[in-house]
Every structure is written in C-alpha cells, then in structure tokens.
C-alpha cells in the first residue's frame, strides 16, 4: 500500500482566485492520477501525471484550468486556477504502487 | 450506455443480513475491477479486488465476477452497521492503463 497526504484537507476560496493542492506519498510511484467528487457525485478523473512527462487530461479537463507539477516520484501538485462555485468539490490524489490504486484524504474545496 | 452502472439505491438491511451489490460494465476487455468503501466526508477505500471469473473471499466480503455477462457484485455476509457507507464499483476499461472508471455508487444502510 502507500500513504498518501493532501494540502490543504480544505479551503474556502472567493471566485476568481486559485488553489494549489499538494500530494506527497512515503514511496515512489510512477503512476498518480487527479479525482474530483462533486458534492453527491462519484469520481471523475481529471488527468494522469506521471513523473517526466506532460499530464494527460481526461475530456472536458484543461491545463490551463487545472495545471498539474509532477516534479519527483514522490509529489505532486494540482492547481484549480480562476475558480467558480462550480469548482467546489473534493479534490482527490491518488497513487498505484502496484497494480492496485490508493487514495488521499483529499481536498475539500469551497468555492464562494 | 455508462461504462459502469451500479444500482441506484440506496440499499437498507438489517444488521446480520447479507448485503448484495451489483455492478455492471460496458467494455468486454476490462480485466480489472476493484470495490471501494466510502465513508461519508472520508476518501474512498479498497476493500475487493478482482480479476478472475469466480468469487474471491475476504472476511465477510465476497467479490463475484462474470466477464459473459459483465457484471461484478459485492456480498456483505454478516452486515453490520459499521458497513454503513457508500459503495463504489470501478473498473479499469482496455487500454486504460491503471486508470479507474467509477460507477455512481450505492449508499448502503444497515439497520440495528
């Protein structure tokens, strides 16, 4: 398994601003992806972030939205950039050591 | 049709019951499939993995997987409410490379 740490676990915001999330994780992976839970909702993937290359991101997710840093194999962060209430939600790193993915905390996100 | 659907619950049974959860899937490649736990304003929690036709025992969980008839369940045998939480069925589609697609999930209630 692996741990896995998130910061902030939550924020409130006021629209317009950005939020840098952080995820660090005690060993070294290759593979870290970017959830969001909307209130009531399950999980949707944001992007893929794999240490050296450029993220992937899932249709419907920008970078210039939600640039992603992968700048080791023990971090990462994401930002949600110019924010709207819309983007209150959980944001959720999470992490596959071996064939089998683990979740952060996350990241309560209040967008006013 | 969703990739992965999941009953819409929620789902109630009294303690000591079994709890059945079902989910289905859309792509006949798919190889893996994964059960998570969530608890309300927690982060999601493996409790299954499944990659073969048949049943895998853990405890009092029991994954079942059907690749004929793409459908995965999870049965809670014994249920307590400490299992009191939502459900959610995920599923690595072809050529997905570890990445997870999320039913909707099922909110389960075990009555005292």
Sequence with gaps: SAVISQKPSRDICQRGTSLTIQCQVDSQVTMM??????PGQSLTLIATANQGSEATYESGFVIDKFPISRPNLTFSTLTVSNMSPEDSSIYLCSVVPQETQYFGPGTRLLVL | QKEVEQNSGPL?????A????????????????FWYRQYSGKSPELIMSIYSNGDKEDGRFTAQLNKASQYVSLLIRDSQPSDSATYLCAVVLTGANSKLTFGKGITLSVRP
């Design chain 2, 12 to 16: 109630s049974v009294p303690e000591g």
């Design chain 2, 18 to 33: 079994i709890a059945s959860l079902n989910c289905t899937y859309s792509d006949r490649g798919s190889q893996s499939f």
């Design chain 1, 33 to 38: 992806f970017w959830y969001r839970q909307q």
